[in-house]
């Protein structure tokens, strides 16, 4: 199975801040990683696919990038309604997900 | 547009065995390249891929959990059901269904929160 290793777990960051949550593959996937974003209650929801493609309608202040086995996720000015955690998953081989990454205001 | 929305019982009893069904409408699990997967998620802790099954009705299950889990579909009902045998307090979460596109799941449920407790 592949592994997803998301990091951090948790960041406090500033309103206006540069945000990035990092994901790291067990091994090469390519470009087959898609980033969510979930809040409290609610289901996740797609932002990113393929690595780096912006879903429709989200926000152009998220972004994404990477390929192989690292892959990267950034906010370039967080606002307040991106309180949430945020996933990575691959879909290489079967779906795996990352553990998340819990973001708060700092 | 898309929906999904997930239907089952919000307790079980140890041993049990659950069934949960996705119902769903905007899409047909008919055409070439739809796909449904169950997706969990315990209170508190990450998401964790189930299974899936695809509109030529191949069936993919997470390693951990294969031996427990069996996904099927009903084209025209426009469901998907899962069933998960021996149901144990761990097995505690929200259920999730989502349609895949291309390998993103990119329209969910709404979830259903199953408790296992006798």
């Known amino acids: 199975d592949i592994q997803m290793t998301q990091s951090p777990s948790s960041l406090s960051a500033s309103v206006g801040d540069r945000v990035t949550i990092t994901c790291q593959a067990s091994q090469d996937i390519s470009n087959y990683l898609n980033w969510y974003q979930q809040k409290p209650g609610k289901a996740p929801k797609l932002l990113i696919y393929?690595?780096?493609n912006l879903e429709t309608g989200v926000p152009s202040r998220f972004s994404g990038s990477g390929s192989g086995t690292d892959f990267t996720f950034t906010i370039s000015s967080l606002q307040p309604e991106d309180i949430a955690t945020y996933y990575c998953?691959?879909?290489?081989?079967?779906?795996?997900f990352g553990q998340g990454t819990r973001l708060e205001i700092k | 547009q898309v929906t999904l929305k997930e239907s089952g019982p919000a307790l079980v009893k140890p041993t049990q065995t659950l069934t949960l069904t996705c119902t769903f409408s905007?899409?047909?699990?008919?055409?070439?390249?739809?796909?449904v997967s169950w997706i969990r998620q315990p209170p508190g802790k990450a998401l964790e891929w189930l299974a899936r099954i695809d509109w030529d009705d191949d069936k993919f299950y997470s390693t951990s959990l294969k031996t427990r889990l069996t996904i099927s579909k009903d084209t025209s009902k426009n469901q998907v059901v899962l069933t998960m045998t021996n149901m144990d307090p761990v097995d505690t979460a929200t259920y999730y269904c989502?349609?895949?596109?291309?390998?993103?799941?990119?329209?969910w449920g709404q979830g259903t929160l199953v408790t296992v407790s006798s």
């Open positions: 905007g899409f047909s699990l008919s055409t070439s390249g739809m796909r």
């Open positions: 393929d690595a780096s």
């Open positions: 998953q691959q879909y290489d081989n079967l779906i795996t």
């Open positions: 989502a349609r895949i596109l291309a390998g993103a799941l990119d329209y």
